[in-house]
Protein backbone atom coordinates (compact mmCIF):
# COMPACT_ATOMS: atom_id res chain seq x y z
CA UNK A 1 0.00 0.00 0.00
CA UNK A 2 1.05 3.72 -0.30
CA UNK A 3 -0.55 6.70 0.61
CA UNK A 4 -0.25 9.72 -1.10
CA UNK A 5 -0.21 13.60 0.25
CA UNK A 6 -0.12 16.58 -1.92
CA UNK A 7 0.34 19.81 -1.34
CA UNK A 8 1.19 23.58 -1.90
CA UNK A 9 -1.83 24.54 -3.95
CA UNK A 10 -3.22 27.66 -3.55
CA UNK A 11 -4.68 31.24 -5.36
CA UNK A 12 -1.92 32.98 -7.84
CA UNK A 13 -2.52 35.54 -10.62
CA UNK A 14 -1.70 34.22 -14.08
CA UNK A 15 1.32 34.57 -14.77
CA UNK A 16 2.92 33.73 -11.68
CA UNK A 17 4.28 29.99 -10.19
CA UNK A 18 3.35 27.72 -7.88
CA UNK A 19 5.50 24.23 -6.36
CA UNK A 20 3.05 21.06 -6.02
CA UNK A 21 4.31 18.58 -3.58
CA UNK A 22 3.11 15.19 -2.97
CA UNK A 23 4.95 13.12 -0.57
CA UNK A 24 4.53 9.34 -0.71
CA UNK A 25 4.74 6.82 2.32
CA UNK A 26 3.95 3.04 2.80
CA UNK A 27 5.32 0.83 0.68
CA UNK A 28 7.58 3.20 -1.38
CA UNK A 29 10.13 1.00 -2.20
CA UNK A 30 7.64 -0.63 -5.01
CA UNK A 31 7.09 3.06 -6.61
CA UNK A 32 8.18 3.46 -10.00
CA UNK A 33 6.88 6.04 -11.98
CA UNK A 34 5.20 8.84 -10.76
CA UNK A 35 2.75 11.86 -12.32
CA UNK A 36 0.90 14.65 -11.94
CA UNK A 37 -3.08 14.57 -13.02
CA UNK A 38 -5.47 17.58 -13.01
CA UNK A 39 -9.19 17.80 -13.26
CA UNK A 40 -11.19 21.33 -13.78
CA UNK A 41 -14.30 21.73 -13.11
CA UNK A 42 -16.69 20.41 -15.52
CA UNK A 43 -14.03 18.24 -17.31
CA UNK A 44 -11.96 14.91 -17.21
CA UNK A 45 -8.91 14.35 -15.48
CA UNK A 46 -5.80 14.50 -17.76
CA UNK A 47 -2.56 14.06 -17.56
CA UNK A 48 -0.17 16.53 -16.99
CA UNK A 49 3.44 14.52 -16.07
CA UNK A 50 5.43 11.74 -15.68
CA UNK A 51 8.54 11.10 -13.94
CA UNK A 52 10.29 7.47 -14.06
CA UNK A 53 12.08 5.78 -11.75
CA UNK A 54 15.56 6.60 -13.69
CA UNK A 55 14.28 10.55 -14.20
CA UNK A 56 13.04 10.65 -17.62
CA UNK A 57 10.14 12.78 -17.53
CA UNK A 58 7.47 13.76 -20.39
CA UNK A 59 4.59 16.57 -20.18
CA UNK A 60 1.45 17.11 -21.89
CA UNK A 61 1.66 19.49 -24.75
CA UNK A 62 -0.73 22.42 -22.66
CA UNK A 63 2.23 22.28 -19.82
CA UNK A 64 5.13 21.89 -22.02
CA UNK A 65 8.09 24.78 -21.27
CA UNK A 66 6.14 25.53 -18.25
CA UNK A 67 5.84 22.77 -15.77
CA UNK A 68 9.07 21.02 -14.33
CA UNK A 69 8.02 17.91 -12.65
CA UNK A 70 11.25 16.05 -10.40
CA UNK A 71 11.78 14.36 -7.90
CA UNK A 72 13.56 14.16 -4.45
CA UNK A 73 16.60 12.51 -3.42
CA UNK A 74 14.58 9.99 -1.09
CA UNK A 75 12.37 9.21 -4.41
CA UNK A 76 9.49 9.49 -2.31
CA UNK A 77 8.43 12.72 -2.65
CA UNK A 78 7.76 14.14 -6.78
CA UNK A 79 7.37 18.20 -7.13
CA UNK A 80 5.48 20.11 -9.99
CA UNK A 81 7.37 23.15 -10.63
CA UNK A 82 4.56 25.85 -12.73
CA UNK A 83 5.93 28.20 -14.11
CA UNK A 84 3.69 31.17 -15.95
CA UNK A 85 0.54 29.65 -15.08
CA UNK A 86 -2.98 30.59 -17.01
CA UNK A 87 -6.21 30.75 -15.96
CA UNK A 88 -6.87 27.46 -17.63
CA UNK A 89 -4.19 25.57 -15.39
CA UNK A 90 -7.02 26.18 -12.53
CA UNK A 91 -8.63 22.72 -11.14
CA UNK A 92 -7.91 20.12 -8.83
CA UNK A 93 -4.12 18.51 -8.87
CA UNK A 94 -3.52 14.97 -7.96
CA UNK A 95 -0.39 13.02 -7.86
CA UNK A 96 -0.27 9.07 -9.06
CA UNK A 97 2.40 6.88 -7.98
CA UNK A 98 3.22 3.21 -10.02
CA UNK A 99 3.70 0.44 -8.67
CA UNK A 100 1.94 -3.28 -9.37
CA UNK A 101 -1.45 -0.89 -8.77
CA UNK A 102 -1.51 2.53 -8.53
CA UNK A 103 -2.13 4.91 -6.02
CA UNK A 104 -3.83 8.61 -6.39
CA UNK A 105 -3.69 11.30 -3.40
CA UNK A 106 -6.10 13.26 -2.24
CA UNK A 107 -6.22 16.30 -4.30
CA UNK A 108 -4.75 19.71 -3.82
CA UNK A 109 -6.18 22.95 -5.48
CA UNK A 110 -5.09 25.11 -7.42
CA UNK A 111 -6.80 28.62 -8.75
CA UNK A 112 -5.35 31.07 -11.42
CA UNK A 113 -7.09 34.36 -11.30
CA UNK A 114 -6.47 36.56 -14.64
Known amino acids: QVQLVESGGGLVQAGGSLRLSCAAS????????MGWYRQAPGKQREWVAT???????NYADSVKGRFTISRGNARNTVYLQMNSLKPEDTAVYYC????????WGQGTQVTVSS
Open 96 to 103: KALTKNYY
Open 26 to 33: GSISSIGA
Open 51 to 57: ITIGGST
